[in-house]
């Protein structure tokens, strides 16, 4: 466990709601993280050292979590493996983590072929 702390250099080694007995293992983009139970995506996604969340509409500017509840604008994902699982806007500061749990970027540039390299990023 203590190894899977040192990997995230943005989590402190102790503190907080999250129970480090319990570790997760969970999906964003295709790639996959780990976390512990208590995390939020959003919390997860940080200590991993994930800043970039999304991309502004009109200009592909690069965007990150910037809020820990309701009010972020920014981190919007869709959540769920299959088509028929999928949950679209979802805010990753309110989505607990879970293990196994699949998201992705949740924006109409990445799927319609917009942005940089044609994926929006």
């Known amino acids: 466990m203590t190894q899977e702390l ?3 250099s943005n989590r402190l080694q102790k503190g907080g709601r999250i129970d ?17 139970d208590g995390d939020t995506l959003a919390s997860a996604l940080l200590a991993n050292g994930v800043d970039l ?4 509409f009109k200009y592909s500017r690069p965007r ?13 994902m869709q959540i769920g493996a299959t088509e028929a699982t999928q949950i679209p806007n ?9 293990n196994g749990l699949v998201a992705e970027y949740d ?10 390299n044609g994926l929006g990023w």
Request: net charge positive; hydrophobic share 30%.
């Open 53 to 56: 969340v999304g991309r502004s």
């Open 107 to 116: 924006q109409w540039l990445a799927k319609c072929g917009h942005g940089r």
């Open 64 to 76: 990150g979590i910037v809020a820990a509840g309701a009010e972020e604008p920014n981190a919007i």
């Open 20 to 36: 480090r007995s319990k570790p997760l293992t969970f999906t964003y983009n295709g790639k996959q993280y780990k976390g512990f």
């Open 6 to 8: 040192n990997k995230q």
């Open 90 to 98: 979802v805010r990753a500061t309110q989505q607990s983590l879970y």
